[in-house]
Nanobody, 116 residues
């Protein structure tokens, strides 16, 4: 499975961005998908996940501002980010869990910078 993320960029505080991630390859074994982020000098942390049935989970820091969703074919995942704050600045990574191989796949990361 390969993951291709896109949609990052620079935005002012209070702005919005939408991240997209498309999975290719053996997509039939994909279960949950999600987004993680890593700020400079810090560990990678969960932002949001979504199961194949649509159940979602969010980090407390993004609840009410970010929305995760999946495409109809279930091999794409989106992250709508509203009311962005400087502390949201990080490299955002797409993640997919392989139910058959019992392993995680990661995208290449996309930079999100929130600054005035």
């Amino acid at each position: 499975v390969q993951l291709q993320a896109s949609g990052g960029g620079a935005v002012q505080p209070g702005g919005s961005l939408r991240l997209s991630c498309a999975a290719s390859g053996n997509i039939f074994s994909i279960g949950a998908m999600g987004w993680y982020r890593q700020a400079p000098g810090k560990q990678r942390k969960l932002v949001a996940t979504i199961s194949t049935s649509g159940s979602t989970n969010y980090a407390d820091s993004v609840k009410g501002r970010f929305t995760i969703s999946r495409g109809g074919a279930k091999n794409t995942v989106f992250l709508q980010m509203n009311s962005l704050k400087p502390e949201d600045t990080a490299v955002y990574y797409c993640n997919a869990y392989d139910k058959v191989m019992v392993t995680d796949y990661w995208g290449q990361g996309t930079q999100v910078t929130v600054s005035s």
